[in-house]
């Protein structure tokens, strides 16, 4: 089969997701007034921690909790993004932390009254 | 339709991605002679500077550049990875960063000689 093994040299199928639920909270941090405010200035980073901390409590298969630098959503902050679905959502507190581990990670729910839209997009 | 929209009401469809191309450059430093190494100590923030400025200067749209924490796949490292298609790189030069961004990012492409597959694992 000359074809199949064409298009397959081009185009290897992409390996297996190395993570399940790759999730990715900005802990960028910007000085104090800055107009747009940052993540780690409204808590991110401790947020980020317990986060960790809570996934590895339930015993949550297959999650990555990593942070990130600035994701250009500040105003939403603190913001989250968890790949691959690309769902967006602001924590502000252990307790929406802990809505998004259990709906959304361990059940493949969603958690929508802490959900980005698409018409959170910053000013200017 | 009743029971239509109780299922719309249950699990609203997500959000369109907010980014097409979110990639994630690992920028972790550990200590020199760490045992697992790390992206930073081969160069990572370099590589992740020229990637931002280079995918500016390309004019790609809907493109992320980020830095991220740990990736936990340190001993392949530099590495990167490309959401929400979940690929991952091990980027060592601008050349790979080039090649990368071209064949993957702008073309839709893929880069087999630099992916990392299910078979690189981190040691014990």
Redesign the interface.
């Known amino acids: 089969m000359p074809d199949d093994a064409a298009v397959s040299r ?3 199928a ?6 399940r639920v ?1 999730l ?1 909270a900005c802990t960028n941090r910007r000085p104090d007034g800055h107009r747009r405010g940052s993540c780690a200035a409204r808590g991110s980073e401790g947020l980020r921690d317990y986060m960790k901390a809570r996934a590895k409590e339930m015993g949550l298969p297959g999650i ?1 909790v ?8 500040c105003e939403f902050g603190p913001v989250i ?1 968890i ?6 959502y602001r924590a502000t507190t252990r307790e929406d932390i802990d809505e998004i581990l259990a709906t959304h990670v361990r059940d493949g ?2 958690v ?1 009254r802490l ?4 018409k959170d997009v910053p000013p200017g």
């Open positions: 081009e185009t290897p992409d390996p297996p997701p190395w993570f790759h990715f990555r990593n942070s990130a630098g600035c994701l250009d959503r993004v790949y691959p679905e690309g769902v967006w729910g969603r929508p959900m980005l839209t698409e």
